[in-house]
């Protein structure tokens, strides 16, 4: 049973655009989100996170936006840049030390 | 600092082999992480150790895997027999014990094995 969900695969944005990135989740249980950030041939490393007794958060570029009574998170990223390309995953906290993450979200930035 | 060091950084083995991928995490971190990133359920918790002692393996998906971390700068995630469905990146992830916030963990390259 997944968790936290990520449906769209893929995702490909004209640069300059916003970019969306979605994610749901089952448990409302859970604190907080997070955002990972993956290039190829690296590891993922951390973006942005969201309370969940917030229902926004923004860093420069990256919002993170959240829905409690949908159970949905989104990702904005305003302006995008050809620098945005990689695979995106949403992540909740499970227990004390404990990530669940999504599937993963590849996203594609054209000039 | 050098970061989550893992290795082999690719291997390719024929199904029914023993496969040891190799963690060295951040000196200092009291926690060590196994994932597995597949395209079909993403990033998924194998398990993880504190201060070298399993806490929770659940995530392990069969017998054929084990992990170990015989001391505080060194982990091995081994699956014997190898089969092709093992195929995936396996990342090792380490993190503080100070205060939980999941920007925290840090993951390296990852090792991608593929089985034939």
């Known amino acids: 049973d997944q968790q936290v969900k990520q449906n769209s695969p893929s995702l490909s944005v004209q640069e300059g655009r916003i970019s969306i990135l979605n994610c749901d989740y089952t448990?409302?249980?859970?604190?907080?989100f997070l955002w990972y950030k993956k290039y190829p041939a690296e590891g993922p490393t951390f973006l942005i996170s969201i309370s969940s007794i917030k229902d926004k958060n923004e860093d420069g570029r990256f919002t993170v936006f959240l829905n409690k009574s949908a159970k949905h998170l989104s990702l904005h990223i305003v302006p995008s840049q050809p620098g945005d390309s990689a695979v995106y995953f949403c992540a909740a906290p499970q227990g004390a030390q404990k990530l669940v993450f999504g599937q993963g979200t590849r996203l594609t930035i054209n000039p | 600092d050098a970061g989550v060091i893992q290795s082999p950084r690719h291997e390719v083995t024929e199904m029914g082999q023993e496969v040891t991928l190799r963690c060295k995490p951040i000196s200092g971190h009291d926690y060590l992480f196994w994932y597995r990133q597949t395209m079909m359920r993403g990033l998924e918790l194998l398990i993880y150790?504190?201060?070298?002692?399993?806490?929770?393996d659940s995530g392990m998906p069969e017998d054929r895997f084990s992990a170990k971390m015989p001391n505080a700068s060194f982990s091995t995630l081994k699956i014997q027999p190898s089969e092709p469905r093992d195929s995936a990146v396996y990342f090792c992830?380490?993190?503080?014990?100070?205060?939980?916030?999941?920007?925290?963990?840090?993951f390296g390259e990852g090792s991608w094995l593929t089985v034939v």
């Open positions: 150790f504190n201060n070298n002692v399993p806490i929770d």
């Open positions: 992830a380490s993190s503080p014990s100070t205060g939980y916030s999941g920007n925290t963990i840090y």
């Open positions: 448990n409302s249980m859970f604190d907080y």
